[in-house]
DNA sequence: GACATTAGTGACTTTTTGTTACTAATTCGC
DNA sequence: GCGAATTAGTAACAAAAAGTCACTAATGTC
């Protein structure tokens, strides 16, 4: 007979402190860019990502809403959880432990309040340690689950072109796509619609701009991928 | 310009209470099933999970460890943290925020103890709601990553017949492969490599014996994957 | 109007996957 | 011992998907 510990089920839970962490992802000049928030005088480090405690009765998804709409005037539509961080790396709050958040947002031009700025992410500057490991598992992520759910979508706007949204793809899988596969694959989909809309960007042929309107499709019944692994 | 509101970065941080519940998954029965807990004696609901509250300056996937050793007299070797909830619903202790984890044990064949019980993730009894929640994520988490992460692998012993790894990925993914295809991709992966050993099963031919040992392979060069959309 | 530039597609090639049908090695019933 | 049943493993072909190239289309620039 194997020895067996007394079960844990009786003990009481203990207090701990809680942040809630929020990577807030955009395009930005042609690479993915992170919004951080300058630290108060003091802080060891001069950026932070934005953060706070979830508030009593409020959910982890709240919470990262309700941060990411005081840094950026208004909320995501988008977000995914990332995890929770709870090794012995430093947090800006001195959190036990944290809960990453990614915050999808589409590029817009305007300029950032002087509180916050947009780093790219091969960029960054010096975080706290738990809130580097935050943002590369963020990218992680990202790049992980864009074939999983719409991802990319989120990161551009309500209309855009088909060589937007190929842009946005060969941003987060870092490398560059065939046209012409690219948009075979897409139209097997049935994730994009057409609107009656073109859009000029200067110089070139107008593209039509598409929508994110996902239809029923034939479920996919493909064998196993074992080329996947990220290890 | 549009209206900011004032920044968290200057909150202070809460204390919340926090457990880490543990959905200890293996094959039972040609079934995926997940090890519960009997729970004490005027508790609402009869079976829990494993949980406890981590111990100061002890890690989430210490905790997850020390909780399952505790149920399965051995720490399991895998573990995957499945997120973190704090919605509304009501954990057994009453914990703020559950870490949920899975971890992944081969299949064995001896009992569990008196305490424990393992159920088939389609057979689980009444589960506190937030417990629920979790098992359940579990689950579309394993299926969801089960080509990306060596999952499948975790769910057997260390070495293992080729029927019966598609044996597993056909209960992760909940449909029947093509023996042919399986072995081809299989094959092109360099994910295991032959032992000398054969397994003899009583009836039929035996098979060879295979353990996992990922070899470096040339970078997977693919295109997008629209189909894979899970919503 | 020629040309540079971006959008979009047709058609061909190559690769991957699905499928069928076979061969191989074992146990069981007789 | 021998044929049927059972499970393992594979060759070969068919179908589908993905990669590629080369083109046509619509705009702005000079």
Same mark, same amino acid.
């Given at each position: 007979?194997?020895?067996?510990?007394?079960?844990?089920? =009786?003990?009481? !839970?203990?207090?701990?402190?809680?942040?809630?962490?929020?990577? !807030?992802?955009?395009?930005?000049?042609?690479?993915?860019?992170?919004?951080?928030?300058?630290?108060?005088?003091?802080?060891?480090?001069?950026?932070?990502?934005?953060?706070?405690?979830?508030?009593?009765?409020?959910?982890?998804?709240?919470?990262?809403?309700? @941060?990411?709409?005081?840094?950026?005037?208004?909320?995501?539509?988008?977000?995914?959880?990332?995890?929770?961080?709870?090794?012995? =790396?430093?947090?800006?709050?001195?959190?036990? !432990?944290?809960?990453? @958040? !990614?915050?999808?947002?589409?590029?817009?031009?305007?300029?950032?309040?002087?509180?916050?700025?947009?780093?790219?992410?091969?960029?960054?500057?010096?975080?706290?340690?738990?809130?580097?490991? @935050?943002?590369?598992?963020?990218?992680?992520?990202?790049?992980?689950?864009?074939?999983?759910?719409?991802?990319?979508?989120?990161?551009?706007?309500?209309?855009?072109?088909?060589?937007?949204?190929?842009?946005?793809?060969?941003?987060?899988?870092?490398?560059?796509?065939?046209?012409?596969?690219?948009?075979?694959?897409?139209?097997?989909?049935?994730?994009?619609?057409?609107?009656?809309?073109?859009?000029?960007?200067?110089?070139?042929?107008?593209?039509?701009?598409?929508?994110?309107?996902?239809? =029923?499709?034939?479920?996919?019944?493909?064998?196993?991928?074992?080329?996947?692994?990220?290890?």
């Amino acid at each position: 007979m194997r020895e067996r510990h007394s079960l844990p089920m =009786k003990s009481a !839970v203990r207090r701990t402190t809680l942040a809630v962490d929020v990577v !807030v992802l955009s395009p930005r000049d042609d690479a993915l860019a992170a919004l951080l928030v300058r630290a108060p005088a003091g802080a060891r480090e001069r950026w932070t990502l934005p953060w706070d405690a979830p508030r009593p009765d409020e959910g982890l998804e709240d919470a990262a809403s309700r @941060i990411a709409e005081s840094v950026l005037g208004s909320a995501p539509a988008f977000f995914e959880q990332v995890g929770a961080f709870s090794d012995g =790396k430093r947090h800006p709050g001195d959190a036990d !432990v944290s809960v990453g @958040i !990614v915050a999808l947002v589409p590029a817009r031009d305007d300029t950032p309040t002087p509180e916050t700025e947009w780093f790219p992410l091969t960029a960054l500057p010096t975080l706290a340690p738990r809130h580097r490991t @935050i943002v590369e598992r963020a990218a992680a992520v990202a790049r992980q689950r864009v074939d999983q759910s719409p991802l990319a979508f989120r990161l551009l706007p309500s209309t855009f072109t088909l060589s937007d949204l190929q842009g946005v793809y060969e941003l987060l899988l870092g490398r560059p796509l065939h046209k012409a596969s690219f948009r075979r694959a897409l139209q097997a989909s049935y994730l994009v619609e057409p609107t009656d809309e073109w859009h000029s960007e200067g110089r070139g042929r107008p593209a039509q701009l598409f929508r994110f309107a996902p239809r =029923k499709r034939r479920g996919a019944r493909r064998g196993v991928r074992f080329d996947l692994f990220t290890e």
